[in-house]
């Protein structure tokens, strides 16, 4: 790494840009590989283009969390080692010109008395990143609301003196920003409710086109009425016929509702479609939202 090199990947766009147009900081690449975590390279419905997910953990938090209904989700976000604009501008200037610049991380970490650290082999200032960061559903126009999220086994925290150190100076960044930061280890990740969801998610255009749609909202009013006393299979089914489409779009359009919680379904159980589905009355959703958002992201979270 050299200035030069480094100047080069921010001319490039890396690590900036909001919505549809950011770009990751790091990214999978199959020269840089990693031969000791699962790297996925998917679409999660936010974006045109995929993520960048560097670990297991990063996919399965960033799978739930997509799920819970944020606008965005920016991952590898890079944590400046100089003064830069705040992490929330780009998307309206008269909301950026009210946003206080934020403080780089070799600053926050003079003031934490923690070395920052360099790229090796060089004097160039090593540029930090935060795994996931998503802005939430606000009710005010100039409500700021993102949530940094750590991934970071539980095992490597406690071996780690270094790892510590870096999950103190994303607390701080995160902090100085006006942000909440959460430490994801995986330990109490709801595997079975995130297995669901892998098998559930909806491909990007699936989402898009059918959130609008009022015949896919009246399809899933249907579909809770008739699960009251018929099996879910069967169930899909017989709301398909009602609205003369094909099955395989009947199923289609029962996976896009759950993801777009117009269909209450407890994931937490196993889906079986010859069998009654039970509902969850949003508890699921109400619990993680509350875990990874706080308060305020469950006063303010809505499709």
Known sequence: MSLSILATYIRAGFGSGRLHNYRPWLRIRRRASSPVSKQVFCNLTLRPTNHHLLSGLEYKTALLNSWLGPKELRECLPLWPDAHPHPQTGLNSDIDGLLDESPGLLEIARDAGIEHGVFPGTKVPYV???????????????????????????????????????LELERRYAKANGGRHVIETGESLPHKLIDNLDWLLPMRHEAQELRVSSQHSDFCSLLM????????GAAVNQASEAFHI???????????????????????????????????????LGRWRAHFWGTVGVQNAGR
């Open 128 to 166: 930090a990143s935060c795994d996931l960061v998503f802005w939430l559903p606000s009710k005010g126009a100039f409500e700021t609301q993102l949530v940094y999220i750590s991934c970071k086994p539980l095992s490597e925290i406690r071996k780690r003196q270094r790892a510590r150190e870096r």
């Open 225 to 232: 009425e008739l699960t009251k006393s018929t099996p879910l």
């Open 246 to 284: 094909p099955v395989a779009d009947g199923f289609k359009y029962f996976r896009v509702g759950v993801w777009l919680h117009r269909i209450d379904i407890d994931l937490n159980l196993p889906v079986v479609m010859s069998k009654m589905m039970h509902r969850d009355y949003g508890k699921t």
